[in-house]
């Protein structure tokens, strides 16, 4: 059974900075793709940025330059650096890692960017 606990939201001023966690227990596995999306209110779960087991990245536009995505293959982890927050990047934030084929979330973390 594969479980993904995230930690690292809250809130913050704009211009701020947050980093998120996220860490897959459970059986021995090798993880795939690990990816952050993300779902403000009334809207959809984007994708943010995702990381592939050789270590490509990729950012959606809005937050190129701003967050970077890292993974840790030994703990099963991806962070999510975020800085230069703005208001629009708030949203709850869920991590999501795919493993033997299978997608797997994480419980979700808000992130609220306001003065």
């Known amino acids: 059974q594969v479980q993904l606990v995230e930690s690292g939201g809250g809130l913050v001023q704009p211009g701020g900075s947050l980093r998120l966690s996220c860490a897959a227990s459970?059986?021995?596995?090798?993880?795939?793709?690990m990816s952050w999306y993300r779902q403000a209110p009334g809207k959809g779960r984007d994708v943010v940025a995702s990381i592939g087991s050789s270590g490509s990245t990729y950012y959606t536009d809005s937050v190129k330059g701003r967050f970077t995505i890292s993974r840790e293959n030994a703990k099963n982890r991806v962070d999510l650096q975020m800085n230069s927050l703005k208001p629009e990047d708030t949203a709850v934030y869920y991590c999501?890692?795919?493993?033997?084929?299978?997608?797997?979330w994480g419980q979700g973390t808000q992130v609220t960017v306001s003065s």
């Open positions: 999501r890692m795919d493993i033997n084929y299978q997608a797997y």
């Open positions: 459970g059986s021995r596995f090798s993880v795939n793709s």
